[in-house]
């Protein structure tokens, strides 16, 4: 019960490894406000680990700001932020456009940017806080068929650094953790929008890890809680692959 007491606010907490995450921090003993544009999502994950639903969009400021306000009120001070929303439209570059674009890097780096404003500042003055975002090894390394996906991850870790040189002083940890492929519904989008292409882009993946194989949203759930702990209380400003060893960065 390594989080016993924490409050902990989780984007895109209604699937794969966002619900995961709210799964494991419940475990730990943490109260979890579950946010998601997908509130019926967010509320059955919420059920599930007797934590709070919140219908929060990563892409709209008032709503992230009323949000956390609804959270504070009613669970109390924010401890740990997961930024974990996400999603990609899969595709070759040549073939994207600027509105594409926009909706990639909106949610993937600007809504990570925008809850982070949102939540900060709090954990400063209250000199304690634990911010993890999901970045992703796309991020590091790459990912054909996800230019603007690879591009926000890159921002993401980049950020994540950035914060952690900032809120270091006023005891706040900042760290992301750099998936590989895991078997969630947004990488199995890949065969359904590509066919063929999209399904080798999976197969190429999994190919190379050293593990030789997809991982499961739980995997990637127990390095956040790792990081969201006080276990990792010297350790700020990393990207933890948790990637069956696909970069060894
Ligand atoms: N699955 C992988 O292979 C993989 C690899 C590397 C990184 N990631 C990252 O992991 C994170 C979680 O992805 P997942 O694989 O669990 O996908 P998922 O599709 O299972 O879950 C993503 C969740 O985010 C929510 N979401 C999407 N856009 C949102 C928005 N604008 N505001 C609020 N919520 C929003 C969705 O409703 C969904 O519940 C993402 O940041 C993703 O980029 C995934």
Redesign the pocket.
């Given at each position: 019960m390594r989080l016993e007491g924490r409050i902990a606010l989780v984007?895109?907490?209604?699937?794969?490894?966002?619900?995961a995450t709210c799964r494991r921090l419940a475990g730990e003993g943490a109260r979890v406000a579950v946010?998601?544009?997908?509130a019926s999502?967010a509320g059955e994950v919420a059920a599930e680990v007797n934590g709070m639903p919140y219908e929060?969009?990563?892409?709209d400021g008032p709503g992230i700001a009323a949000a956390v306000k609804a959270v504070e009120d009613e669970l109390g001070p924010i401890d740990i932020l997961v930024n974990?929303?996400?999603?990609?439209e899969f595709g070759f570059f040549v073939n994207t456009d600027e509105a594409m674009w926009d909706r990639v890097l909106g949610?993937?780096l600007r809504?990570v940017i925008a809850v982070t404003h949102a939540i900060l500042p709090g954990m400063q003055e209250r000199r304690r806080g634990r911010i993890v975002n999901?970045?992703?090894?796309?991020g590091r390394v790459g990912s054909s068929g996800s230019g603007i996906?690879s591009a926000a991850?890159a921002g993401v870790i980049g950020f994540t650094k950035a914060v952690a040189r900032e809120a270091a002083r006023y005891g706040v940890t900042c760290n992301a953790v750099?998936?590989?492929?895991?078997?969630?519904?947004?990488?199995m989008?890949a065969p359904e929008a590509l066919g063929d292409v999209g399904q080798k882009l999976v197969d190429v993946m999994v190919g190379s890890t050293v593990l030789r194989r997809l991982?499961q949203?739980d995997e990637?759930a127990a390095a956040i809680t790792f990081l969201a702990s006080d276990d990792a209380s010297f350790v700020t400003g990393q990207a933890l692959g948790v990637s069956g060893g696909l970069a060894m960065i």
């Open positions: 984007t895109g907490g209604a699937s794969g490894i966002g619900a946010t998601d544009m997908n999502g929060m969009d990563v892409r974990n929303a996400g999603y990609d949610v993937n809504g999901v970045a992703s090894e796309a996906y991850k750099a998936p590989g492929p895991i078997e969630t519904p947004l990488l989008a991982g949203p990637v």
